[in-house]
T-cell receptor, first 114, second 115 residues
Framework: QQQVKQSPQSLIVQKGGISIINCAYE??????FPWYQQFPGKGPALLIA?????SEKKEGRFTISFNKSAKQFSLHIMDSQPGDSATYFC?????????????FGAGTQVVVTP | DGGITQSPKYLFRKEGQNVTLSCEQN?????MYWYRQDPGQGLRLIYY???????QKGDIAEGYSVSREKKESFPLTVTSAQKNPTAFYLC??????????????FGPGTRLTVL
């Protein structure tokens, strides 16, 4: 049973558009929420991460919005570019977990058309 | 160049064979992890290790085994008991399991195919 639910499974967006990916979690002990980007045949790489003490974090064209009461967080990709075409995974963990384990969502395949 | 290396990139296994996937890191990280990735299922944790000679089962450990004889190395063996081993396998590490943000660094992966 996945502890982090991610949607949509895939999305297609035109160049310059906004991509939005949503994640929801149940465990209120989670306090670290990273997003990973994965290109085909490669390992995932950390894109951006947020702690629940802030509601939004922005890095370039990528923004995480966090809603603690709703137990949801989302990734917005502004001005989407063809180079952003990849699979995106949200994840969650507890920084008190001495093993540092992450719970991953199922992933969203994003295709940006020219 | 610091990083995580996995080998081989592609691996083919016959039914009934055991195969070992290599994972090496020169980041001086304490914790290492093995994940399995299948389409539409995200990353599922197989095994993880915090220190040498100690490791723990993850969510889908059946049919897999690991060892941690050196801090830098965390090989994964896919045994013949694993009924459906065809998947993309990812190794990851973190600076220390007690690090504040649990950032995991991933290797390039090994794609295993059962013939």
């Amino acid at each position: 049973q996945q502890q982090v639910k991610q949607s949509p499974q895939s999305l297609i967006v035109q160049k310059g558009g906004i991509s939005i990916i949503n994640c929801a979690y149940e465990n209120t002990a989670f306090d670290y929420f990273p997003w990973y980007q994965q290109f085909p045949g490669k390992g995932p790489a950390l894109l951006i991460a947020i702690r629940p003490d802030v509601s939004e974090k922005k890095e370039g064209r990528f923004t995480i919005s966090f809603n603690k009461s709703a137990k949801q967080f989302s990734l917005h990709i502004m001005d989407s570019q063809p180079g952003d075409s990849a699979t995106y995974f949200c994840a969650a963990s507890m920084t008190t977990d001495s093993w540092g384990k992450l719970q991953f969502g199922a992933g969203t395949q994003v295709v940006v058309t020219p | 160049d610091g990083g995580i290396t996995q080998s081989p990139k592609y691996l083919f296994r016959k039914e009934g064979q055991n195969v070992t996937l290599s994972c090496e890191q020169n980041l001086n990280h304490d914790a290492m992890y093995w994940y399995r990735q299948d389409p539409g299922q995200g990353l599922r944790l197989i095994y993880y290790s915090q220190i040498v000679n100690d490791f723990q089962k993850g969510d889908i450990a059946e049919g897999y085994s690991v060892s941690r004889e050196k801090k830098e190395s965390f090989p994964l063996t896919v045994t013949s008991a694993q009924k459906n081993p065809t998947a993309f396998y990812l190794c990851a590490s973190t600076p220390g399991a007690l690090s504040s943000y649990n950032e995991q660094f991933f290797g390039p992966g090994t794609r295993l195919t059962v013939l």
